[in-house]
């Protein structure tokens, strides 16, 4: 596919990836299992014979979730509900929690009631970068193994891990080498773009995204480089970034250079994992991954955002998150505070799944724009 071919096709995967799974399913048979944050070992699955996928607000209308949470909870949490309560969720094979926030904790126990695929439970501690923390990881990851292996009926050994852990290493690589041409050629794709890139990227399978990615890195290699004068932003936030939002920015004037989104630059681990050991390589990935729900000895929320920003020279960031999202709202107030020491600015915008509403927010992205622009 040429790099159009390949925007479009990655656009129609994130714009219905419900469908899209469907349509997989039916061409290759293949089973497919969702996963609810960045840090179940998907490999696991891969190995088992699964593909993985990441459920990002599947459900477009309000089903079931009132009658089990109030409506102050993280709509992500209710679009999760609604999606198994809906009959899209016969595109999946099971299910994988994540106790990354006490709301999606609840989340996991609500969903035994109200559907009967494979419910899997995948915890780790709050504080990920401490050696206690290393091994509780390694026995979590062994425990999810077995977990898997015994629901699953299927016996997994090292050389499937293995095989499995260099196909996503693979992945992590190339994304990583995706978002450093971002950074060094601003504009040579669009923040849009990329992100659609990579989104689509946690429906299909990895082998064949692999693929994909190597053929774009190849063409963006060759395309000619223009320079850009617009503003530099990098966005950060939590799950389901709608890409309209994304396009909105970049309409208005700027190019999104960089992000700290759940579904973009969080699924790629801050250090390579090394060659393959197991558990010890999918310890090395969780315990590298990085979000602000989690502690972490050595680095923080404001280092991570402040570190992207300066190195790819950005001119100001925009926070994107849901209402009543407790975990990034915590950390916000300190953040905030800590660019304004750094003379960094920045904007919060707060949205919701699904919506096509974005006249306030334009306005607002606008207005932040035109201040960047003035210096």
């Given amino acids: 596919m040429d790099i159009k071919d390949i925007y479009r096709e990655c656009h129609r995967i994130v714009n219905d990836p419900v469908n899209y799974i469907k349509e997989e399913k039916v ?135 293995q095989k499995s852990y260099e196909i996503y290493r693979e992945n992590r690589q190339l994304l990583s080498k995706l978002n450093e041409l971002r950074r060094n050629k601003p504009g040579i794709i669009s923040g849009y773009d990329s992100l659609a890139v990579t989104i689509a990227g946690l429906y299909m399978a990895k082998d064949k995204h692999n693929e994909l990615l190597k053929s774009l890195l190849e063409q963006l290699s060759l395309q000619e480089y223009i320079q850009t004068d617009k503003k530099k932003i990098i966005v950060s936030g939590i799950i389901n970034c709608n890409l309209k939002l994304i396009e909105l920015i970049e309409e208005s004037g700027a190019i999104v250079l960089s992000d700290d989104l759940c579904e973009g630059a969080r699924t790629v681990p801050l250090k390579d994992s090394g060659d393959f050991k197991y558990p010890d390589a999918f310890a090395n990935v969780t315990s590298n991954l990085f979000c602000p729900a989690k502690n972490y000895e050595n680095i923080s929320y404001d280092k991570v955002l402040i570190d992207k920003f300066r190195e790819a020279d950005c001119d100001g960031v925009i926070f994107i998150y849901f209402p009543f999202c407790d975990p990034q709202f915590m950390e916000y107030a300190y953040v905030k505070r800590k660019f304004a020491e750094e003379g960094i600015k920045s904007l919060l915008v707060e949205t919701v799944i699904n919506t096509n509403n974005f006249a306030q927010m334009q306005t607002r992205v606008e207005a932040f724009l035109e201040s960047l622009y003035r210096f």
């Fill in 27 to 161: 061409k290759s048979g293949g089973k497919y299992i969702g996963y609810t944050c960045i840090f179940p070992p998907e490999e696991i699955l891969h190995a088992a014979g699964y593909i993985p996928v990441r459920i990002m607000g599947f459900s477009k209308k309000n089903i079931n979730s009132e009658k089990y949470i109030t409506s102050n909870c993280c709509e992500f949490a209710r679009s999760i509900i609604d999606f198994l309560s809906s009959e899209d969720a016969d595109s999946l094979d099971g299910i994988v929690f994540s106790h990354c926030c006490d709301t999606l904790q609840v989340t996991a126990c609500i969903a035994h009631g109200i559907t009967d695929k494979n419910i899997f439970i995948y915890n780790i501690p709050s504080s990920l970068d401490s050696q206690y923390s290393y091994d509780y990881i390694k026995s979590a990851i062994s425990g999810f193994k077995s977990e898997v292996e015994s629901r699953l009926n299927i016996d997994i050994d090292e050389e499937m891990l």
